[in-house]
């Protein structure tokens, strides 16, 4: 509206009084004003809408055009021959059926997909929470002692990339059990990421922060408290970001493994039934939710990065 | 035994500094003999590499020498402490901390013991007041100037009380409007302080206006003092009155000589 008032040369020459006096009189006396005034605010509007679109379009449209790519691909697979992988409309109308009742349970091996994120969601929580408590505390000691940085620097290199699978026999053996077992593989997956990160983080602390504190001669904790943390807190919030995505990625495989209840457990279910549709829909299940923890923790993350602590 | 005390407060005897480095040891320092009196303000000016900042850094404790003694108030210098505070190049403020708590973080570790909660808070206001930054106290320093930050590290340095002012070419990374308003804030803030300074500079003008010695260093490797000029100007200086001043041009005269006639640039002489 308002560039419809300096689009209009006539407004210009009336009275600014008018639009606010009372109608009476003032409406039957100056008709000319407002007639011309009512077509440019018409002609006005769509090009100032036009621009809004413009963004709106840009935001919206290439991502709904990358899922249409995805379905359409879908679609074609789907369709051609017996590949048994159902259309995204019969997809669709099962996710309705599962996702219309998520909280049920009949049993131990039939509950309701609900049911089996959160089992999922709490394994990852238990086995990450003990990680993050290990992990974290060991990352700072051995980025402040280089003795225990050459001490534990070859053995997280030889243990990093054994694949946390490899560790799931070695968790049923030691708990004799497939729920802590699993607890344990997410354990040692996550603890890496947290403790390299940490410790890539204490050793990257600016030297002029430390001279700081050697010159006033503070005590290890006001050291801990006032300068590694925080300095550390941006690395140590990645290391927790990447242990969080491994999890979610792990848990799924060790649950296929274990069984019981979970998304991993719940995949492998519906493929013993061969229920496909329900795979399809439990890969955009673990897809969101993957997606969602990230998302939350690069919003932490954020929350606590002070630009200083980059350069 | 005091007066003698008084005149050597800082005593650097036969100091030698050597880095290891990939290339072989490196000889930074030598034959380096220095005497700081109490109250005085020195300025060590030399070429970039000169070994400056690594002789400011064997005073302040950070670093210790290959070989010789550093000696402060007749106790050996065994590492940092706050009774040596250092006002560093980059201000090196905790960006997490507000303006009064990196001060209060000092002010804390050396007077908690002795004294209350009040009195620490007095002090950090008092040393923040000093600085002309009580407005800004509770700003973080990511919200404030370049000037701003150095004087919050000024502020931070004073507020410890500290036996020995080290400055490592405090205002260097300063315009020159606001390098020249510190100057004189600095001049002000160590006449009614009597602090002893140590400071490293690579500004003539800086040097002749604020010390009362200037320590002009050959060049590295190897670096050690090739002549100490003394600056009898009388305080309180001003800069406008000086500026024109036969005996300051004199004192500027001498310390541009040894810089660019004897000691011309490494890149020159090689």
Redo the contacts between chains.
């Keep these: 509206m308002v560039s419809a008032v300096f689009h209009s040369p006539l407004e210009a020459i009336a009275p600014p009084a008018t639009s606010h006096a009372s109608p009476i009189g003032k409406a039957m006396s100056t008709p000319k004003t407002d007639a011309p005034a009512a077509p440019a605010a018409v002609s006005a509007r769509p090009s100032a809408a036009s621009r809004d679109f413009r963004g709106f379009w840009m935001a919206v449209l290439p991502p709904v055009l990358g899922l249409a790519c995805l379905v359409l691909v879908w679609q074609l697979i789907a369709s051609t021959g017996n590949t048994g992988i159902p259309k995204p409309l019969e997809t669709w109308a099962q996710a309705v059926t599962v996702f219309s009742d998520p909280f049920y349970s009949n049993g131990p091996n039939d509950q309701g997909v609900g049911w089996n994120v959160l089992a999922s969601l709490q394994r990852v929580a238990i086995g990450f929470g003990l990680a993050a408590a290990v992990g974290i505390p060991a990352g700072f000691a051995i980025g402040r002692f280089e003795f225990l940085s050459r001490m534990f620097n070859p053995l997280i290199s030889l243990l990093r990339p054994v694949s946390p699978l490899a560790w799931l026999p070695i968790g049923l053996l030691v708990f004799k059990g497939a729920d802590p077992a699993a607890i344990w593989t997410i354990f040692i997956c996550s603890i890496w990421p947290m403790i390299i990160n940490t410790a890539v983080g204490v050793q990257r602390v600016p030297q002029?922060?430390m001279?700081?504190a050697?010159?006033?001669?503070?005590s290890e904790w006001?050291i801990f408290t006032?300068?590694l943390f925080?300095?550390v807190l941006p690395y140590l919030l990645t290391g927790v970001r990447l242990a969080v995505g491994t999890a979610w990625l792990v848990i799924v495989a060790a649950e296929m493994l274990t069984g019981g209840v979970g998304i991993g457990f719940w995949v492998w279910d519906e493929w013993n039934n061969l229920n496909v549709s329900s795979i399809i829909i439990a890969i955009f299940v673990i897809g969101i939710v993957g997606l969602l923890l990230e998302f939350a923790l690069i919003k932490i993350a954020t929350l606590f990065t002070?630009?200083?602590?980059k350069s | 035994m005091s007066n003698s005390n008084e005149a050597r407060y800082i005593d650097i005897q036969g100091v030698e500094q050597t880095f290891k480095t990939k290339k072989g040891l490196f000889p930074a320092l030598k034959d380096i003999n220095l005497t700081v009196a109490k109250g005085e303000f020195v300025a060590l000016i030399g070429h970039s590499g000169c070994g400056k900042s690594t002789l400011l850094n064997l005073i302040?404790g950070?670093t210790t020498p290959t070989s010789g003694v550093l000696l402060c108030a007749d106790r050996e210098i065994a590492?940092?402490?706050?009774e040596?505070?250092?006002v560093?190049q980059?201000h090196?403020l905790?960006?997490?901390?507000t303006c009064y708590e990196n001060v209060f973080?000092?002010v804390e570790?050396?007077f908690s013991r002795t004294e209350t909660r009040i009195q620490l808070k007095v002090r950090t206001d008092a040393a923040l007041a000093l600085v002309g930054l009580t407005a800004a106290a509770q700003k973080r320093?990511?919200e404030i100037s370049g000037g701003m930050k150095q004087r919050v590290g000024i502020a931070r340095a004073l507020s410890?009380e500290p036996k020995v002012l080290l400055m490592d070419e405090p205002f260097g990374a300063l315009d020159a409007l606001t390098r020249a308003k510190l100057q004189d804030e600095l001049l002000d803030i160590v006449a009614r302080t009597n602090s002893t300074v140590v400071m490293v500079t690579h500004d003539v003008d800086e040097a002749v206006l604020l010390s009362d010695k200037i320590v002009m260093m050959t060049n590295g490797p190897a670096a050690t003092i090739g002549e100490v000029l003394t600056v009898d100007l009388p305080r309180p200086r001003s800069r406008v009155a000086l500026a024109d001043d036969p005996q300051y041009l004199h004192h500027r005269k001498a310390v541009i000589d040894f810089l660019y006639t004897r000691q011309a640039h490494v890149e020159k002489a090689a």
């Design positions: 002029d922060y001279n700081v050697r010159v006033l001669n503070l006001k006032k300068i925080p300095a002070f630009e200083e602590v | 302040a950070l590492g940092p402490g706050p040596r505070a250092v560093f980059n090196s905790l960006p997490w901390l973080l000092a570790r050396v320093p990511g410890m």
